[in-house]
């Protein structure tokens, strides 16, 4: 008996996330079937995308025929090797994202329950579309469906500073799209004739040193939600947000799409021979590091504990555009890793900032004097991943790193290796400091009281200290995904 072809795998993974929303909004009235319906739609999408990957680490390329819109213009959908890694990274998270957002939005007693959960699968059916996106055209439909669904998340206390972020949110990401996206698709269909992406190149031959270096620029600063500086405001500003909702922006789905986007253009479309050091696309280099290491300067000066990861994303995803710019074959295989490692480790440390601020009610970095004592599950999970984000053994985050420092080389840039190494070093002075007072600085409260274990609820426990696990357990087990990424043209 044979399982479900490749093609229906496509469908259901596109599929499931859209049904799912269906079925939360019919349970709203019972929260008990309602968030049960979650798991189970991200238990079953995870399946899907975890059965499709075995038929893309053995090489195939299982496609989804779709809608003919207008002449040259198709909604189609194509499995290939970064696609799938984004498929698993966000499929996999989302089951994790889920039930710690059980625990903490039934601790906060939180409104518009059902909104919430609907839109987080709405979400998630966009980023598949997005990972699967056989085109341009496809990648830029799903791509304006995750802004819109993430926006009632990201508003979603409605204050009047969440509505004021949200504002910013839309107008940053839209505008970007609109203004600079979707021009940079219509030059490349009008230079190509194709919207397809390519192995290879889809430009190779058709396009002028400059026009290459101007429509890179259009793509880069186009795709807002990759934050590449100064296209950055409106992260920061979308933490305002409850700490599910930042996790799943940071972690799960928004900015990762934006990386992945920006990789996917310049591995498919404009190809890594057109972008490497000397070419046309070397601003990019530059600007992914000054976004790098200004990233991480403003971090420093955080005291706001979700501020200060939000900047961390800033210059830990400028690493993806690094790789891309960098264009060789360990670099891109860097970047991809990237994305994995960033989003264990990221989300780990968002999950501990939202288990802190339920537990305990604080926000601030300067209010965590001895919480460790306190939250001891929580404070290890946040050293876990801070040491993944700067790059230490033994968690996955050293091997994004090493690949890209191996790529510097290759490309004959030994200043970016040292930009590297600098930003690490940053990390750890503004991730490392945190769990360092937590254990060892005086607790505020009167010596003579027992210190008493204080967690958050079991939840959002269980999921931190999965995702804790996982940035370990990445370490150990890189070298599939880089087999993966292997696939990729230019990274093999």
């Known amino acids: 008996m044979t399982g479900p072809s490749p093609e229906l795998l496509v469908l259901l993974a596109l599929a499931i996330p859209f049904a799912g929303a269906l079925a939360v909004a019919a349970l709203g009235r019972w929260p008990n079937l309602r968030e049960a319906a979650t798991l189970v739609t991200g238990a079953a999408l995870f399946a899907v995308v975890l059965t499709l990957s075995a038929a893309v680490f053995g090489g195939a390329r299982p496609e989804l025929a779709g809608l003919a819109v207008a002449p040259g213009l198709a909604l189609a959908f194509e499995v290939e090797p970064l696609g799938m890694l984004f498929a698993l990274v966000a499929s996999g998270l989302w089951i994790l994202n889920s039930i710690y957002s059980i625990g903490y939005m039934r601790a906060h007693d939180e409104p518009r329950q059902t909104t919430f959960y609907v839109c987080f699968a709405l979400a998630i059916g966009s980023t598949i579309g997005i990972a699967f996106a056989q085109n341009l055209f496809a990648l830029f439909l799903f791509y304006e469906a995750l802004t819109l669904s993430t926006f009632p998340l990201v508003t979603h206390k409605q204050s009047p500073e969440a509505m004021r972020s949200g504002r910013l949110y839309l107008l940053l990401l839209l505008g970007t799209s609109m203004v600079l996206f979707l021009p940079a698709i219509a030059i490349t269909w009008a230079l190509s004739g194709t919207l397809d992406f390519t192995a290879g190149s889809l430009l190779a031959g058709k396009a002028s040193p400059l026009v290459i270096g101007a429509l890179l620029g259009l793509y880069v600063f186009g795709i807002g939600k990759a934050a590449v500086m100064p296209v950055h405001f409106w992260l920061p500003a979308a933490m305002v947000a409850p700490t599910p909702v930042s996790a799943f922006l940071h972690a799960v789905a928004v900015v990762k799409a934006g990386v992945f986007s920006i990789l996917k253009v310049v591995v498919y479309v404009f190809g890594p021979d057109a972008l490497r050091i000397g070419s046309a696309g070397e601003w990019l280099v530059w600007v992914a590091c000054a976004s790098l290491l200004l990233g991480s300067l403003i971090a420093l000066r955080q005291d706001n504990l ?70 001891p ?11 993944s984000i700067i790059g230490l053994p033994p968690l996955g985050g050293l091997w994004s790193k090493w690949m890209l420092g191996v790529g510097a080389m290759q490309a004959d840039a030994g200043w970016v290796l040292g930009v590297l190494m600098v930003s690490s070093l940053l990390s750890a002075a503004y991730l490392l400091p945190i769990p360092v007072r937590a254990f060892f600085a005086p607790s505020p409260e009167p010596p003579s009281e027992p210190v008493r274990i204080q ?38």
Do not use: N, W
Request: net charge positive.
């Open 455 to 492: 967690e958050a609820p079991l939840p959002c426990l269980l999921a931190l200290t999965v995702t804790a696990i996982l940035s370990i357990l990445l370490f150990f087990q890189a070298e599939p995904i880089a087999a993966l990424l292997r696939g990729v043209p230019g990274a093999g």
């Open 377 to 387: 599950i929580t404070m290890t999970a946040f050293f876990v991943g801070s040491l």
């Open 306 to 375: 979700k501020a200060r990861l939000a900047y961390s994303t800033v210059s830990q995803l400028a690493y993806v555009v690094v790789g891309a710019a960098l264009a060789t074959p360990a670099a891109l295989t860097g970047a991809g890793l990237q994305i994995a490692t960033h989003a264990a480790a990221k989300i780990t440390l968002f999950f501990c900032a939202g288990a802190i601020y339920v537990a305990a009610h604080k926000t601030q970095v300067s209010e965590l004097d001895g919480i460790g004592r306190r939250m």
